[in-house]
């Protein structure tokens, strides 16, 4: 099979402006200006078959999203080549975007003041998406999702989470053959993260379109990708299944700890105190000893250990000796674990 998007040692620099201190600096700023070249994606290569889901991870100002937008054509690489669908992106951009759809979680593509119902009819318009496609799709909507409610609310009347499933959708109406979707569960509450996630699944699978995914939360990485690929200072680090990536930690196991009753309610600054209260009890300060981090997901702490250099029995002694543990699970290192341990240190 042949790849959909292909990227070639594609490398984007930005110039910005020194700025020098001061009134002095700004007038001396008029005359003789003083640039810095900042690297946002440097030497990146990968092919994309159709199909796939790729998430494409790194922690922030890594160079996610500018890769997308010299995926998307909305900007030129410095150098290097991409071509998406067959064609070079920022050359071609209206034909381009036949061919893709984009959300970006933090702002909308949709008229803010129209109901759903009218945003999408204008897409429609706009893609020239016939009337069957158009039926098409909005039947198979109206499966996954109650478009009945969501359709005549005014955009800037739905919450977060009720805009983020609308321009989903929207970005699907012209069905694109790639869709690129820049932190689509930001800021919503873990009902709304899992119902995006399902949706997602199922256009992907009943259209078989290509989705790049980037995003902070690894629970969107487990639900939906197989693939992916990490970057760090616009360098790549990583580049295959997820599966293979938990086995280059195959020493790791990960201590899950319940310090609080199973109903009780939790803070985050709660956690955080009990987050600090582990690493103390395990010395895990600024200096942390090899293999073990502390870190909390949902309402547990998680202790990451490196079996081969602790002993787990012991840790976990020292733990009970300050803390009543209500429940504990080993687990296998966790996808969040590995990605962590990777932003902190390479691989
Ligand atoms: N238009 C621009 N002009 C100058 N620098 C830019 C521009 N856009 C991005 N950058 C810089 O490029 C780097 C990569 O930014 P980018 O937005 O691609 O990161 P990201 O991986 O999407 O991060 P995040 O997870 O925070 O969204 C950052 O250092 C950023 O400051
Ligand atoms: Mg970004």
């Given amino acids: 099979m042949e790849e959909i998007i292909k990227l070639k040692n594609v490398t984007k620099e930005f110039k910005v402006l020194n700025r020098r201190e001061g009134l002095k600096g700004s007038i001396r700023d008029l005359f003789s200006r003083d640039y810095r070249t900042v690297r946002a994606v440097n030497d990146i290569s990968m092919d994309i078959m159709p199909g796939e889901i790729v998430g494409y991870l790194g922690p922030n100002g890594a160079g996610k999203s500018t890769t997308i937008k010299m995926m998307t054509g909305v900007l030129e690489p410095s150098s290097g080549e991409i071509i998406c669908n067959g064609i070079i992106p920022y050359k071609n951009r209206s034909v381009n975007a036949q061919n893709i759809g984009v959300v970006f979680g933090q702002r909308s593509q949709l008229w803010w003041a129209l109901p759903a119902v009218e945003s999408f009819k204008i897409l429609k318009d706009i893609y020239q998406v016939s ?16 478009m009945d409610q969501l359709m005549h609310k005014p955009v800037r009347q739905m919450s977060l989470g009720q805009r983020t499933l609308c321009d989903i959708l929207a970005s699907f109406i ?9 932190e689509p569960t930001i800021g919503l509450d873990v009902a709304m993260k899992a119902k995006i996630r399902e949706l997602i699944k199922i256009l992907n699978k009943e259209k078989s379109t290509t989705i790049i995914l980037t995003t902070h939360d690894m629970g969107d990485v487990d639900a939906l990708c197989r693939r992916i690929v990490i970057i760090d200072k616009g360098t ?57 981090t502390v870190s909390y997901n949902e309402n547990e702490i998680e202790v990451l250990v490196d079996e081969h250099k602790n002993n787990i029995v012991k840790i976990m002694n020292l733990i009970q000796e300050k803390h009543k543990i209500y429940d504990m699970h080993l687990v296998e290192i966790s996808t969040e674990s590995v990605i962590k341990k990777i932003y902190e240190r390479g691989i």
Avoid at 132 to 138: A, I, L, P, R, V
């Fill in 131 to 146: 009337d069957s496609t158009y039926k098409d799709m909005m039947e198979l909507y109206s499966t996954m999702v109650d």
């Fill in 236 to 292: 790549m680090l990583y580049d295959n299944d997820i599966e293979n990536l938990t086995e280059l930690f195959g020493d790791y196991r990960t201590i899950k700890l319940s310090l609080i009753k199973k109903d009780e309610a939790i803070t985050e600054d709660r956690l955080n105190e009990l987050v600090a209260s582990v690493r103390d009890i395990l010395d895990v300060g600024a200096k942390a000893p090899e293999g073990i």
């Fill in 174 to 182: 012209h069905n694109p053959r790639v869709v690129f979707l820049d």
